[in-house]
T-cell receptor
Framework: KQEVTQIPAALSVPEGENLVLNCSFT??????LQWFRQDPGKGLTSLLL?????REQTSGRLNASLDKSSGRSTLYIAASQPGDSATYLC???????????FGDGTTLTVKP | DGGITQSPKYLFRKEGQNVTLSCEQN?????MYWYRQDPGQGLRLIYY???????QKGDIAEGYSVSREKKESFPLTVTSAQKNPTAFYLC?????????????FGPGTRLTVL
């Protein structure tokens, strides 16, 4: 059974800092990995999708990497801003299971 | 605008009542999903449907039921058999198939049992 872990559960940084969020998974037979952002009381917004054959994806100040063999993904946020404060979740899609498994998320606070 | 809508935004249920949460999408997606989110936790899959008139149980299907009579609609019924239904419910859709499983989410429905 796939298990997805996100550490730390919470992170607080000053504005302008570069930071890395971590996502690890136990079953490396994934088809892709998706990073989401969730604001309090809201739905999830898709940030980046990395296919299993890719090493990284970039969108603006965000860069996501994937190391399938070691079961790890990172989300790099450059020059953080208070508006980046949210919970970030990762989800891995397993071909054999035909569904996605989500981590519990990392809650990020960027202080002005 | 293309997207996923969920209604109502807030729902209150008395003990023993069945309630139905609505999810509609105009993205022409084949696949639709229902997730439950409890405070401080990730999402757990309740039911999913890859195509009209077909659906499968997820990890926590007990006490829930769904139907998929139309491509754009995937309502979820929370029955009285669900012992702890208070949670945030999220609906998602994707194009479908392996190549199109990037998921897009609705705004959610918060269900509270009184």
């Amino acid at each position: 059974k796939q298990e997805v872990t996100q550490i730390p559960a919470a992170l607080s940084v000053p504005e302008g800092e570069n930071l890395v969020l971590n996502c690890s998974f136990t079953d490396s037979a994934i088809y892709n990995l998706q990073w989401f952002r969730q604001d309090p009381g809201k739905g999830l917004t898709s940030l980046l999708l990395i296919q299993s054959s890719q090493r990284e994806q970039t969108s603006g100040r965000l860069n996501a990497s994937l190391d399938k063999s070691s079961g790890r993904s990172t989300l790099y946020i450059a020059a953080s801003q208070p508006g980046d404060s949210a919970t970030y979740l990762c989800a891995v899609y397993n071909t054999n299971a035909g569904k996605s498994t989500f981590g519990d998320g990392t809650t990020l606070t960027v202080k002005p | 605008d293309g997207g996923i809508t969920q209604s109502p935004k807030y729902l209150f249920r008395k003990e023993g009542q069945n309630v139905t949460l609505s999810c509609e999408q105009n993205l022409n997606h084949d696949a639709m999903y229902w997730y439950r989110q409890d405070p401080g936790q990730g999402l757990r899959l309740i039911y999913y449907s890859q195509i009209v008139n077909d659906f499968q149980k997820g990890d926590i299907a007990e006490g829930y039921s769904v139907s998929r009579e139309k491509k754009e609609s995937f309502p979820l019924t929370v029955t009285s058999a669900q012992k702890n239904p208070t949670a945030f419910y999220l609906c998602a859709s994707s194009i479908g198939g392996l190549a199109g499983n990037e998921q897009f989410f609705g705004p959610g429905t918060r269900l509270t049992v009184l």
